[in-house]
């Protein structure tokens, strides 16, 4: 079986871990630590990095450093994954549920000025699927309303928005290092931010909120929220292949524009003219009757593939009974992310691209 999502991991990950181990600084200290965090937040372009143990609680620190509570809004596309949903969730505040652009699968700022009222206090724009939100219509409607902009990328290292990385482009972002994410810690996450104070009291909240001056004296409901040396130590290796993994995540998602473009009833994965995709996971869309057959014959075929999301308004907990989200129901039902990991060979994506050309030619 081809499967969806495999890390790139050898001797230098091994070693790093081995050199925190024997360094016997195991927990949330040591060197790598600070190397990763200054070393992924120069990636993005951003002025400070604060890791932490996954992506979900990154976005919930950013959140809760903002200070958002009961009776405050705060707007995220409901086509996303459904972390970004829970982290809002996790402050008391709620989350208003707005559709996506069928052009580039996130946030629309038509629908997100819409939107706006009296409690709104955020805006949470996510780069689906490695593409880049339009964040600039995005910056404007925040800064005319006072409101946060805040990024959820985990799953877009690197992905860029008219020439900038995104992560740092509004008042903070959040990335995942999950096993099948750009470059990974095993579970992991960061907040990068620009703004120093930002930053210190994303810190703070992440280490219980334990002064820096008096010991065990908590001065704010803080959270364990801190990543360890070890998993530093697989993201400072991992950090250094990563230019390596995005040129080979293109030269995957050309193959696949090659090897299945032309073939009736797929419409590959989008790039605006003022985005760089990473193509996290290359996905496509496909009519929403056949795409869970299309699925079981790739299985068939020896091919793993994952479904897209179900749009947060639909689950259970978040059931919205008035709202319209076409675009996110049809992206929900319609798209398929295929194998897409670093060293997945070219004749593995033609053996994917002709399991794919077969559904269709039956
Ligand atoms: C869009 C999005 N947001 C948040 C997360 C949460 O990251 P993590 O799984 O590291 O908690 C993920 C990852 O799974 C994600 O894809």
Known sequence: MIPVYRPALDEKETAYVLEAMNSSWISSRGEFLDRFERGFADFVGARYGVATCNGT?????????LG?????????????????????????????????????????????????????????????YGHPADMEPLEKIAAEHGLHLVEDAAEAHGAEYMGRRVGPLGVAGSFSFFGNKVITTGEGGMVVTDNEAFAERCRHLRGQGVSPTRTYWHDAVGFNYRMTNLAAAVGVAQLSKIDAILARKREIADAYA?????????????????????????????????????????????????????????????????GSYPVAERLGASGINLPSFPDLTASEIEEVCAAVQGFFAR
């Open 57 to 65: 609680v990154s976005l919930h620190l950013i959140l809760a450093a």
């Open 68 to 128: 958002l509570g009961p009776g405050d809004e705060v707007i995220v596309p409901t086509f996303t994954y459904v972390a970004s949903v829970n982290a809002i969730t996790y402050t008391g505040a709620s989350p208003v549920f707005v559709d996506s652009h069928l052009d580039y699968w996130n946030l629309d700022p038509d629908r997100v000025r819409e939107a706006v009222g009296p409690r709104t206090r955020a805006i949470l724009a996510v780069h689906l």
């Open 258 to 322: 090659r090897g299945l473009g032309t073939v009736p009833g797929v419409t590959l994965q989008p790039e605006m003219s003022w985005a760089r995709n990473v193509f996290w996971m290359y996905s496509i869309l496909v009519d929403p009757i056949e795409r869970d057959e299309l699925m079981v014959h790739l299985r068939d075929h020896g091919v793993d593939s994952r479904p897209f999301f179900h749009p947060a308004h639909t689950l259970p907990m978040y059931r919205v009974a008035d």
